[in-house]
C-alpha cells in the first residue's frame, strides 16, 4: 500500500508534498518521511505514526526546497518505526528513494550488495532497492534515469519508486511495476503521486505511468518515458476528471460519513446516462459494445476481495436469477493461485474500488492469460485493474477516502444489477414488463435512500447502547445474505467489535450455541425475500434471549414487535434491497466505533489500498 508523492518545479516542495501525504494517509499511516534538496543538501526527515508527527518534526527543521519526495508507509518489511520508514538514503547519501510495493528478491540482491561492501540500517526491500541503484550507477558510470533502468531489470516484485540525486536537484526520476503511479503536469512543474488526489489541486493534466515504465522528470524539459526494456514512449496527457471538493469533508466530522451521505447523488452518478426513465431502459456502452461476449458466457467468474467480494455475490444473486447463467464469486487471493478452470467462453469480472488491489489485479491476469474475456468494474478511472481488462463500466462513485468502503459497495451492486437486468433482457430469460419495473424502481433507489439516512439520528442513539458488545452476528437470507456480511465486516473493520455474517437459516447448524442476552443479532427482515422463514429464524434467537436489532420494510409490524430495535427501510424489489439495507448497518457502524472513540477513517493495521499480497 504506501502513498508516495514527488514534486519538482518552482515553488517550495514542502507544503505540496505535505498536503499530498495528508491526502494519501488513507494507503497507510504508519510512518512518514519526505526528502528535499536544497543549497546541495539533501535532508531526509522521518516520523513515525501518521503525517501530523512528520510535521510537527519538520517544524524545526530547515523543510526549503523546490524537489523533493514524500512517503506514508503502510508496513510490509520491517516494524512500522523511524529506521524502516520512507524515504532511504543510498549508501553514499547521493540518493534517496521512496517506494509502494514489495520487492520478493531483495534478500539475494542484499546479500551480493553486501559483498560489494554496502551495509545496511533498515529491515526494508526499499533500502536495497535504493543501495542497487547507486550501485549500478557507480559501477555503470551512467545517469540516474539509466541506473534507475539497470537496477530493475534485476528487480523481481511490485513497485512504484521516485528517486532523487543530492548532486542533480533538476531531476526526479519515478518507475512502476504493479503499483499505482500518476505524473501531473503543470507548467514548468511536475507532480507525482499514488493516486491523482495530491495532483487535482494544481493541474487537470495528468500522465498514468504504464506498467514497467520509467519516467524522468526534469526542470525545463518535458516528460520523459521509456520502458524498463528501454523502448522510449511517448506520454498519453489525459484530463482529470475530479474536483477538490470531492476530497474534502464538506463539514462532516469523518470522510466515512460523508461518503455515507453522498449515497444517493453517487447512485445517481452510477446511473447518470446509463438508466432512462422515459426510455425504460438501461445503455451500457461496455455492454453494447461487447454483446456477444455477454450473451454466449456459458459462466460468469467475479472475482474481488473484502467489500467488493460481497458486492460480487450480490451480483451472483441478480445474474443467476436475470440471466440464467452459472456464476462463482471467488476472492482473488484464492483464485489466482489454486489452478482454477478457466476457458474462453468465461466471462470474468474483477470487482475493485481502487483498480488496485494486487489479489485482484492478478487474477485478472490468470484470466486473460486462459483466454476470457474481462469486464472490470471499478471505482478508480484509470487504474491498474481497468487499464488491464478488455472492457468495463466504471461506477462513478467519486474518490472514497474513509478506509471502510461504503458508497463504492452500493455503486458496485448498482452497477451489477444494471449489467443482469441487461442481459437478462436481451437474453429474454426476464419479461419486458418486469425489466421496465426495475428500471423504474432502479432510479427511486436514491430518493429511497434519502428516507433511510433521515433516521441518522435515530441511529445514532440506539448505537451507543451497544459499545458493550465484544461479539455481533448478522443474518440475512438471499440477496440480504451478503449484506449481513458486509454490515459485519463494517463494524469489525472500524469499531474493533468481533462480528459475523451467516444466512439466516445456517444460526441452527451452530452459531446458535452463541446465542444469549450479550449476543447483538442484527437481522436483516425485509418484506422482500424470504420474508416468514426469516421471522421463523429471529423466533429461534428471542427464544434464547439474544437482543435482536432487526432492518425492516416500512410499515413491518410484526419484526419490529419481536426486535429490541428495529429501523425502516422503503420497500422495493427484491433485488435492490441490498441498496437499502446496506445503509442503517453501515450507520450503526459508523455510530458505534464513534462512541467507542475509534478512528473511523483510518481504522488500525488497515489501508484502502491493497497493493501487496
Ligand atoms: C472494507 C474494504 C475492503 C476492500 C478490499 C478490496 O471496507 O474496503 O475490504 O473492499 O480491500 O478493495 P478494492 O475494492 O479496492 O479492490
Redesign the pocket.
Given at each position: 500500500m504506501c502513498g508516495i508523492v514527488g514534486y519538482i518545479g518552482k515553488q517550495q516542495a514542502y507544503p505540496i508534498l505535505i498536503k499530498g501525504l495528508q491526502r494519501l494517509e488513507y494507503r497507510g499511516y504508519d510512518s512518514a518521511g519526505i526528502a528535499l534538496i536544497h543549497d546541495g543538501k539533501l535532508n531526509v526527515y522521518k516520523a513515525k505514526g501518521k503525517v501530523a508527527d512528520l510535521v510537527q518534526f519538520a517544524s524545526q527543521k530547515d523543510i526549503s526546497g523546490n524537489i523533493g519526495i514524500a512517503h506514508t508507509r503502510w508496513a510490509t518489511h520491517g516494524e512500522p518505526n523511524l529506521v524502516n520508514a520512507h524515504p532511504h538514503y543510498s549508501q553514499s547519501e547521493e540518493l534517496a528513494i521512496i517506494h509502494n510495493g514489495i520487492i520478493e528478491n531483495y534478500a539475494l540482491l542484499k546479500e551480493g550488495l553486501i559483498k560489494e561492501g554496502y551495509t545496511f540500517h533498515s529491515e526494508t526491500d526499499t533500502e536495497v532497492l535504493v543501495q542497487l541503484i547507486e550501485y549500478v550507477k557507480k559501477s555503470n558510470g551512467v545517469d540516474l534515469t539509466s541506473a534507475v533502468q539497470l537496477a530493475l531489470n534485476q528487480v523481481i516484485g511490485a513497485y512504484a519508486i521516485c528517486v532523487i540525486e543530492k548532486s542533480f536537484p533538476d531531476v526526479i526520476v519515478a518507475a512502476r511495476k504493479g503499483s499505482p503511479l500518476v505524473v501531473g503536469i503543470g507548467i514548468d512543474e511536475f507532480f507525482l503521486a499514488s493516486d491523482a488526489t495530491p495532483i487535482v489541486e494544481y493541474t487537470d493534466q495528468v500522465v498514468y505511468v504504464g506498467d514497467e515504465e520509467i519516467v524522468t522528470l526534469q526542470r525545463g524539459k518535458s516528460i520523459e518515458i521509456k520502458t524498463i526494456a528501454n523502448v522510449q514512449k511517448t506520454p498519453e496527457i489525459k484530463k482529470l476528471e475530479m474536483t477538490i471538493s470531492q476530497l474534502e469533508k464538506g463539514g462532516y466530522p469523518h470522510f466515512m460519513i460523508k461518503e455515507i451521505f453522498e449515497q444517493p447523488k453517487t447512485l445517481s452518478d452510477s446511473m447518470r446516462g446509463r438508466v432512462s426513465i422515459d426510455e425504460k431502459s438501461i445503455k451500457l456502452s461496455g455492454f453494447i459494445d461487447n454483446k456477444e461476449k455477454f450473451l454466449n458466457a456459458k459462466r460468469i467468474i467475479i472475482t474481488?476481495?473484502?467489500?467488493?467480494?460481497h458486492a460480487g455475490l450480490i451480483g451472483k444473486y441478480a445474474f443467476e436469477e436475470f440471466a440464467r447463467i452459472p456464476v462463482e464469486v471467488e476472492y482473488s487471493s484464492e483464485f489466482r493461485y489454486r489452478n482454477p478452470v478457466i476457458n474462453e467462453q468465461d466471462l470474468v469480472i474483477p470487482?475493485?474500488?481502487?483498480?488496485?488491489?494486487a489479489d485482484?489485479l492478478a487474477a485478472v491476469e490468470l484470466a486473460k492469460s486462459k483466454g476470457a474475456f474481462i469486464f472490470g468494474i471499478c471505482?478508480?478511472v484509470g487504474a491498474s485493474?481497468p487499464r488491464m481488462t478488455h472492457s468495463g463500466c466504471y461506477t462513478h462513485a467519486g474518490p472514497e477516502i474513509g478506509?471502510?468502503?461504503?458508497k463504492?459497495?452500493t455503486a458496485?451492486v448498482t452497477v451489477l444489477l444494471m449489467l443482469a437486468l441487461l442481459i437478462g433482457k436481451e437474453k429474454g430469460t426476464i419479461t419486458n414488463a418486469f425489466y421496465e419495473k426495475c428500471v423504474e424502481e432502479l432510479a427511486n433507489i436514491p430518493n429511497k435512500i434519502k428516507r433511510i439516512l433521515e433516521q441518522n439520528e435515530t441511529i445514532s442513539q440506539f448505537a451507543k447502547t451497544f459499545t458493550y458488545a465484544q461479539n455481533f452476528i448478522y443474518l440475512g437470507r438471499g440477496y440480504n445474505f451478503p449484506v449481513a456480511l458486509e454490515g459485519a465486516?463494517?463494524l469489525k473493520?472500524i469499531s474493533y467489535i468481533h462480528a459475523e455474517g451467516y444466512p439466516a437459516a445456517e444460526m441452527k447448524h451452530g452459531p446458535i450455541a452463541l446465542i444469549s442476552q450479550e449476543m447483538p443479532v442484527v437481522v436483516i427482515a425485509t418484506k422482500a425475500g424470504m420474508y416468514e422463514k426469516v421471522v421463523s429464524n429471529i423466533q429461534e434467537i428471542k427464544a434464547r434471549k439474544g437482543k435482536i436489532i432487526s432492518i425492516v420494510t416500512e410499515g413491518d409490524v410484526v419484526v419490529k414487535n419481536l426486535s429490541d430495535y428495529s429501523i425502516s427501510i422503503p420497500d422495493t424489489e427484491e433485488c435492490f434491497v441490498p441498496l437499502l439495507a446496506a445503509i442503517p448497518l453501515q450507520l450503526m457502524a459508523y455510530h458505534i466505533a464513534v462512541v467507542k472513540g475509534c478512528n473511523v477513517d483510518q481504522p488500525r493495521n488497515?489501508a484502502?489500498?491493497?497493493t501487496v499480497e
Open positions: 474481488a476481495c473484502g467489500t467488493s467480494w470487482i475493485s474500488q481502487s483498480g488496485e488491489t485482484t471505482n478508480v485493474i478506509v471502510a468502503s461504503t463504492a459497495f458496485q465486516l463494517k473493520e488497515l484502502k489500498s491493497v
